[in-house]
C-alpha cells in the first residue's frame, strides 16, 4: 500500500515566492520537485508567528486554481490557508500521491501550519482521494467530500471507525447521490462524526456557501452552523440529531424540511426507496450497454444508438414528469451516462485507443448536447493518432464557434505534434485574427 506523510518540517518558515496574504497566487513551484506546482491563498492578516489551518484541495481535473478562487472569501472569513495541486488528476493513484506529497512538503516547509486543524478536499475523483489520503494517513483532522464518497480501492476505504469527521456535500441532481447517503449510513453505524449536505446541483463543486457550512460544523460551532443551514435540507450523522428523512420536493424550492410526522416521514422514505432501487437497476442496464459499446469499438454499433436512444427517452420522460424526486433520479442517470463516457473516452485517448475514445465521445455528445466540445475533444483524439486531416477539420469546427481561446490550443499537449504544419498555423492565424 503507498503510504503518504505529513512532513514536519524543521526548516524555517519562507515567503510563498511575492504572495501577499489576501490575494490567490496561482502558481507556486515546489522547491524540492520543480515539476509539482499548485496554487494557493493565505488570509490577508496572514502572519508566520500564528500556526494557521489548512485546507488541501484535490480537483480531478488538475485545475488547481478553481477551488482556492471559489472559496477564498470563505477561507479569509475564517482564516484558513487553502492550496490545491496542479498534478493530481482522476487516474493513477500513485502520480497523485506523488503530487500530495510534494504539495504537504512545500507548504510545511513555507508555511506556518496547525498540524492538529489539516482538512482534505476534494471534488469527484479527488474526494475519493481525499479520503484515502485520509485513510493511509492519519494525518487529517477532516474530509470534506463533493460529488463522490468512498474510493474503489479496498485499502482506502473508510472499513472501520476513524477519528477525523466528515462532511458530504452532494447533489441531488449529481450521479454519486445515493453513494454519498449509503456511505453516510455506513459511517453512522461506524459512530463516525459525519454530516451530508444535499444541494439542488448537479455534478459539480459545492456552492461556498455550502462548504462554508462544512467547516463551521467541524469547527464544532453550532450557532452559526444552524444559522448558515436554516434554509438548507440536510441529512447528517450523529452529531446533531435531525431526521434522516429528505422531501425533495420541497428541495428544488430551498424550502428546509425536517419531518415531524412519521407517518409523512415513512411516506417519504419509502418513495425515495422505491427510486433508488429504480435507478440503482437502470444504471446497471446502462452500464452494461455503454460496456458493450466500447467493446465493439465502432461509432456504428447498435450499443451506442441503444445509450444514445436511452438518454433520449430520458430526457423527454425529465421534461413531462411533474414528480420532482424522479427529475432529480433521472437527471443523475444522464450526468452517470456523461461522466461514465468522457471519462472513459479521456482514458482510451491517453492509451492510443482511438476507436473506443471515440466511442465515448459520441456518446458523450449525444447525452450534453456539447457539439462544439465534441468537435474540440475529436481533434485532440485524431491529433494523437497522427490523422493530420481530420484533427485539423474537427479543430477548425470548434475554432469556429468562438468558444475555444487561442491560449488554449497551444497549452494543450496533444496539439504539439502540429504546430509545424502549415496548414495548423493558417487555421490559428485565421481564428484569431
Known sequence: MKSIMFVIASLM?????????????????????????????????YT??????????????????LPVRLYSE???????????????????????????????????QKLSIDYDKIILSGFSGGSRLALSIAVISNAASG?????????????????????????????ARDMNYVEHKTFRSQM?????????????????????????????????DSRQFQEAIKDKIISQGDSIPLSDVI??????????????????????????????????????????????????SSLNNPSIRWVSRRAEKLKNQRDKSDNIPEKMMIDRLLNFISAACYETALQMKSQGFTKKALVGITIWETVTGFEIYGHWLKARVYAVEKNTDQALNHLKIALASGKIKKTSVFLEPDFEGLHDDPRFKQLIENSFN
Not at 23 to 42: F, G, M, P, R, W
Not at 53 to 58: K, R, V
Request: contains cysteine; hydrophobic residues 40%.
Open 13 to 45: 518558515s519562507i515567503g510563498i515566492l511575492a504572495q501577499l496574504p489576501g490575494e490567490v497566487v496561482d502558481t507556486v513551484v515546489c522547491n524540492n520537485d520543480k515539476s509539482q506546482s499548485y496554487a494557493i491563498y493565505l488570509p490577508s492578516n
Open 48 to 65: 508566520k508567528e500564528k500556526k494557521w489551518p489548512i485546507i488541501y484541495f484535490f480537483e480531478p481535473a488538475a485545475r488547481g486554481s
Open 74 to 108: 470563505v477561507a479569509e472569513e475564517l482564516g484558513y490557508i487553502l492550496a490545491c495541486t496542479y498534478n493530481s488528476r482522476n487516474g493513477s493513484y500513485d502520480n497523485s500521491f506523488k503530487a500530495a506529497d510534494a504539495l504537504f512538503l512545500d507548504t510545511e
Open 143 to 171: 474530509v470534506i467530500g463533493v460529488g463522490a464518497a468512498q474510493p474503489a480501492v479496498p485499502a482506502y476505504m473508510v472499513l472501520e471507525k476513524k477519528e477525523f469527521k466528515y462532511a458530504g456535500l452532494v447533489g
Open 188 to 220: 453512522n453505524a461506524m459512530h463516525m462524526a459525519n454530516l451530508l449536505l444535499i444541494s439542488n446541483f448537479g455534478h459539480k463543486w459545492a456552492d461556498p456557501k455550502d462548504f462554508r457550512a462544512a467547516l463551521l460544523w467541524m469547527q464544532g
Open 247 to 296: 422531501d425533495l420536493n420541497n428541495l428544488i424550492k430551498g424550502e428546509n424540511f425536517v419531518s415531524t410526522n412519521a407517518k409523512t416521514s415513512k411516506k417519504t422514505l419509502k418513495e425515495e426507496q422505491k427510486l433508488i432501487r429504480k435507478e440503482l437497476l437502470l444504471k446497471k442496464i446502462i452500464s452494461d450497454s455503454i460496456n458493450s459499446a466500447f467493446d465493439l
